[in-house]
């Protein structure tokens, strides 16, 4: 079984390809603020580890490229609230080249295993309005999670997959919906996030699953 996440990328651009993994890029249709980035490639760590990288936002800070030139680093990258296994409520935050302010993400992420099939799906939603969260309509409550301060929350649709080729080797893929929160997005900006930072990061991510073997 291959997942498949809605909204494929058609009318793509190639950003990055080699034997190991390709990086894909679409803006998203006329008049939405909407851009989408596309990662699919190998690693070589079990799917236990790959999950426990790609889940817990505290190691964020350890792989994800902290670029100098231009600026962009995840500053803080905290869970606020685990909402039950395989469900769970995070902050990240990222500095960006001025004149841009900072952007954060308010993530929801839930996770859940196609056991015969070897393959787990996380679901990676942000939270837009903080105030509207209640325990009927989202199944967790808002207790310890602020209001943004100081920074601009993007918003972002999509997931990643694992799934396991052998006791050794992962099949990663992750797609993304993002508004960046931008009334222009350059195309230098786009290729800056998908070679440099898109495809540096899974570089990144792929050394730290083979030191944690």
């Not at 909204?7 to 190639?14: C, D, G, Q, T, Y």
């Not at 395989?86 to 859940?112: D, N, T, Y």
């Not at 969260?133 to 943004?148: L, M, Q, R, V, Y």
């Not at 990643?160 to 997005?185: G, P, W």
Request: overall charge positive.
């Amino acid at each position: 079984m291959i997942v498949t996440f809605q909204n494929p990328v058609k009318h793509h651009m190639l950003k990055h390809d080699n034997e190991e993994f390709r990086v894909m890029y679409r803006e998203g249709p006329h008049g939405t603020p909407f851009h989408t980035l596309l990662v699919e490639g190998y690693v070589d760590g079990p799917l236990d580890v790959c999950l426990c990288i790609s889940w817990e936002s505290a190691l964020y800070k350890k792989w994800w490229p902290q670029s100098s030139f231009p600026p962009f680093k995840v500053n803080s990258s905290t869970c606020l609230q685990k909402v039950r296994i395989g469900e769970q409520i995070s902050l990240v935050r990222m500095k960006v080249a001025w004149p841009l302010s900072a952007r954060e993400a308010l993530v929801h992420f839930f996770f859940f295993e196609y056991f015969q099939e070897y393959l787990i799906v996380v679901l990676v939603n942000t939270i837009s309005d903080v105030s509207s969260i209640n325990k009927a309509s989202h199944g967790f409550t808002n207790n310890g999670i602020p209001e943004a301060k100081d920074v601009v929350r993007i918003d972002m649709v999509g997931g990643f997959a694992l799934q396991k080729v052998n006791n050794e080797r992962s099949n990663f893929r992750t797609i993304a919906n993002m508004d960046m929160k931008l009334d222009f997005v350059l195309p230098s900006l786009i290729n800056f996030i998908s070679r440099q930072l898109v495809g540096n990061g899974f570089r990144l991510y792929q050394k730290i699953i083979t030191r944690n073997e």
